[in-house]
């Protein structure tokens, strides 16, 4: 996970310029996110279980991973991020955007992390591609999740020799953000059956599946409102030497 | 599913303790239990032991079980035992002399604590330690209170 998170802020730092976000300030945000969801989380993990802390002040301040309250340090970490944000008047959207490899390279490291544990694992299979786990031979969604989130990557930021082929020249601000979101959100509609933990709702709906339609519903609708915003023709107004005005 | 794993059942044993007395894990069902694989010669595992034992004299009474498993094929009975009479440990520990139940769970990092609900499903796998008087407390608590 550290190193998902060091591979993603240098990809996030590099390509943030070509967004008009100062890649200090990128790395200053990912760094800020990180610290304060770890000190939200172990924070969480204190108040939830308060009583037994009163005995011990001293357990707050231990390096053990295990009193982390996962929910708590998100919470923390984002809410961080955002105000660090509206303190410096990032740009919400070009901001976004320029953390899409951040993203990307977490998830990606996630599924590594998944795997490397035996979690997040996958329905049993007789596929040949199929990974013996507890007993039994498996899909491995998380291998699954990984190439997804790849593939989302590759759309985004693809180059062909020199050339840059991707998503990655599109100048409207929340185009990259928006279709990766929009890609693995697909993903996780298209993966979700094969994995063992996904529940079913009323025997014919997966919660999963349903967030994920959700999300690419509004990814759709934001790019469709973006996009049309962008292809609006300006109206600028021009004094003609009469001092009547014109209309383009 | 049994798996050595967060949200699986705990894989059953049975092992003997050090006077001979046999000991299945199953017999706990209905009870919280505290799984901790542990050496005399692991520093960790010796530092956290007195706070094993506190949270078990602390929570006894409300129906937790912790239990000890030495990994004897890795350690000496005999050195256990003077370990767990210099300690003061009270709570049950039984011997794994081929370390097939360390196997079982994957225990390969000692220590290594299971936190195991009155369900019998793992809920909780701390690898490392020594673990805290507070996080055995906090999660000695959660499957207390899981259970009722």
């Known amino acids: 996970m550290l190193i998902g998170f060091w591979a993603g802020s240098v990809a996030a730092e590099k390509r943030s310029a070509s967004f008009g976000v100062n890649p200090v300030h990128i790395s200053n945000l990912l760094w800020l996110g990180l610290i304060a969801g770890l000190v939200g989380a172990r924070l969480t993990y204190v108040i939830v279980n308060f009583p037994v802390f009163l005995k011990d002040l001293l357990g707050i301040i231990s390096f053990r991973p295990g009193m982390l309250d996962f929910e708590g340090g998100a919470v923390c970490g984002v809410l961080a991020g955002l105000v660090y944000g509206q303190k410096i008047r990032l740009a919400f959207l070009p901001t976004l955007d320029a953390l899409t490899p951040a993203l990307a390279a977490l998830a990606i490291a996630t599924g590594f992390a998944c795997l490397a544990v035996g979690e997040c694992y996958g329905i049993p299979t007789t596929q040949p591609w199929g990974i013996l786990l507890w007993g039994e031979l498996r899909h491995p969604t998380q291998v699954y999740l990984i190439l997804a989130t790849v593939a989302a990557a590759g759309v985004l930021f693809a180059r062909k020799g020199n050339r840059i082929v991707g998503l990655w020249q599109a100048d409207i601000a929340g185009v990259h953000i928006l279709v990766f979101m929009f890609l693995v959100a697909l993903a996780w509609i298209i993966i979700d059956p094969f994995r063992a933990s996904s529940t079913m709702l009323a025997g014919v709906f997966r919660p999963v599946q349903i967030l994920a339609w959700v999300v690419q519903a509004v990814c759709l609708a934001l790019l469709f409102r973006l996009t049309k915003k962008a292809s609006i023709p300006t109206l600028e107004l021009e004094s003609s030497p009469s001092g009547q005005s014109n209309r383009e | ?148």
Do not use: H
């Open chain 2, 1 to 148: 599913m049994e798996a050595p794993r967060q949200g699986s059942m705990a894989p059953g044993f049975s092992l003997k303790t050090l006077d001979g007395e046999v000991i299945q894990l199953e017999d706990f069902r209905g009870k919280p239990v505290i799984l901790n694989f542990w050496a005399s010669w692991c520093p960790p595992c010796r530092v956290e032991m007195p706070a094993l034992q506190a949270v078990s004299d602390t929570y006894i009474d409300q129906g937790l079980v912790v239990l000890g498993v030495n990994v004897t094929n890795l350690d000496n009975p005999a050195e256990a035992s003077r370990f767990l009479d210099e300690a003061g440990v009270t709570f049950a520990n039984v011997l794994d002399p081929d370390g097939s139940v360390s196997r079982l769970y994957q225990a390969r990092a000692l220590p290594t604590t299971f936190f195991i609900g009155p369900d019998g499903v793992i809920k909780k796998v701390v690898i490392g330690g020594p673990l805290e008087r507070p996080l055995l407390e906090a999660e000695a608590l959660n499957l207390i209170d899981g259970g009722n």
